[in-house]
């Protein structure tokens, strides 16, 4: 079994409406993170969480929230998805250190219509 | 403002040569940085990473330098295979502790 799950893997959805992805991890790591990936922007951070009681903002985290409702799970919500925020959208974990390499979960694809 | 740059161009490369992908960035202190590779449709995958007081960092085919007054990474691939044709990202651990990525360079390699 994967260690970094997502769900859904594919959503279509309108503007206006509100979206939940879903990461599940078992690798036992404090610290998960989410990105999104546009063509020719790379992977940029929305939001990071290193334990259940600590949530930061990333680099672009407007229009985004997230939710850490235990060790293993970190969801990213948008509230009233629109157009721009078509993308592939990445979950990752790490270990409590930093150092060490980030975990990559096979990724959500969504499009805003 | 802050910006990491990777090849722009897309790198194709004979079989069998040495592959140069290069990582550079302006206005980021980074305490270390990593190199991943990321295959379409899948999430990218850690292969080297290499601190600030380092100068080169070696992994079977895989060789790493990172020049902080030149504030550049190289990542070398030896003796290439098709089977690394990917896409390849440098990321960087600034102040903070927030990862910061390049756009990738997309290396093919032809048999």
């Known amino acids: 079994d994967a260690d970094v799950t997502q769900t859904p893997r594919n959503r279509i959805t309108k503007t206006g409406k509100r979206i939940m992805l879903e990461c599940s991890q078992t690798k036992g790591h404090d610290r998960m ?3 999104r990936q546009d063509p020719g922007l790379g992977l940029r951070l929305i939001y990071y969480s290193f334990d259940v009681k600590d949530i930061n903002k990333g680099e672009i985290s407007d229009g985004y929230s997230v939710s850490r409702q235990a060790q293993a799970k970190f969801s990213l919500s948008l509230e009233s998805a629109i ?11 790490s270990v409590t250190s930093g150092f060490n390499e980030q975990f990559f979960g096979p ?5 805003v219509l | 403002s802050q910006k990491i740059e990777q090849n722009s161009e897309a790198l194709n490369i004979q079989e069998g040569k040495t592959a ?6 302006t206005n980021y202190s980074p305490a270390y ?3 991943y590779r990321q295959d379409p449709g899948r ?12 100068k080169e960092k070696r992994k079977e085919r895989l060789k790493v330098t990172f020049d902080t007054t030149l504030k550049q ?5 030896t003796a290439s295979q098709p089977a690394d044709s990917a896409t390849y990202l440098c ?3 600034n102040t903070g502790n927030q990862f910061y990525f390049g756009t990738g360079t997309s290396l093919t390699v032809i048999p």
Not at chain 1, 83 to 93: D, G, I, K, M, V
Not at chain 2, 20 to 25: E, G, M, R, S
């Open chain 2, 20 to 25: 140069t992908l290069t990582c550079n960035y």
């Open chain 2, 43 to 54: 999430g990218p995958v850690f292969l080297l990473l290499i601190r600030e007081n380092e």
């Open chain 1, 107 to 111: 990724g959500t694809r969504l499009t």
């Open chain 2, 73 to 77: 990474s190289l990542f070398h691939i």
């Open chain 1, 83 to 93: 157009p721009n925020q078509t993308a592939l959208y990445f979950c990752a974990t």
């Open chain 2, 33 to 35: 940085l990593q190199w």
């Open chain 2, 91 to 93: 990321a960087l651990l």
């Open chain 1, 33 to 35: 993170y989410w990105y």
